[in-house]
């Protein structure tokens, strides 16, 4: 089973530019997450998608991120302008369903905004 | 909301056996994952228990479970330098929606 599929790796930008990362969960998963890591912390929720619609984005800055899943499998997260407090690990992540299964992590994007 | 928390970190030599412990606060999780973390990796599931267990055994993986004090741990036997990671416990709610939280996780140190 292929696992979940982020690019890029890693992505440096000046603050006010705009980056986009892009994934691909387990074929069969509905649920996808975006999660950001900051140095030394745990993942938190940025985003929640059930097929294509959005579950939770409570935690999500709308003012400079935006994600989207319009066919109900790839996601692109975006920011637009970025901040340098926005440098983190972007994790996307999938399940078979919400509660009821584990996530399935992607090796996450690295982002240095200076 | 829900509120995990762990020590931020853990030493042990090559061989010995490791604790990894967490608190909870959401009484209502029913899943609770444990997750590793390597170096400029994704988290990688370990292994997890439902709340009605008390304990369960996967290879060198023993999970234990407090439901009343909320406390969950995780033992490593014959601790490997391989085991060198970051660990984090994850409570979930079975049918709901809720994500996962995540603590700050237990960077381990194996020493050789």
């Known amino acids: 089973e292929a696992g979940v599929a982020q690019s890029p790796r890693y992505k440096i930008i000046e603050k006010r530019q705009s980056v986009a990362f892009w994934c691909n969960p387990i074929?069969?998963?509905?649920?996808l997450y975006w999660y950001q890591q900051i140095l030394g912390q745990g993942p938190k929720l940025l985003i929640q998608f059930q097929n294509n619609g959005v579950v939770d984005d409570s935690q999500l800055p709308k003012d400079r991120f935006s994600a989207e899943r319009l066919k109900g499998v790839d996601s692109t997260l975006k920011i637009q302008p970025a901040k340098l407090e926005d440098s983190a690990v972007y994790l996307c992540?999938?399940?078979f369903g919400p509660g009821d299964s584990p996530l399935h992590f992607g090796n996450g994007t690295r982002l240095t905004v200076t | 909301g829900e509120d995990v928390e762990q020590s931020l970190f853990l030493s042990v030599r090559e061989g010995d056996s490791s604790v990894i412990n967490c608190t909870y606060t959401d009484s209502s999780s029913t899943y609770l994952y444990w997750y590793k973390q390597e170096p400029g990796a994704g988290l990688q599931l370990l292994t997890y228990?439902?709340?009605?267990?008390d304990m369960k055994q996967d290879q060198r993986l023993t999970v234990l479970l407090n439901k009343k004090d909320k406390h969950l741990s995780l033992r490593i036997a014959d601790t490997q330098t391989g085991d060198s990671a970051i660990y984090f416990c994850a409570p979930g709610v079975s049918g709901s929606a809720r994500q996962l939280t995540f603590g700050s996780g237990t960077q381990l140190t194996v020493l050789p």
């Open positions: 074929s069969g998963h509905a649920t």
């Open positions: 992540a999938s399940s």
């Open positions: 228990i439902f709340s009605n267990m």
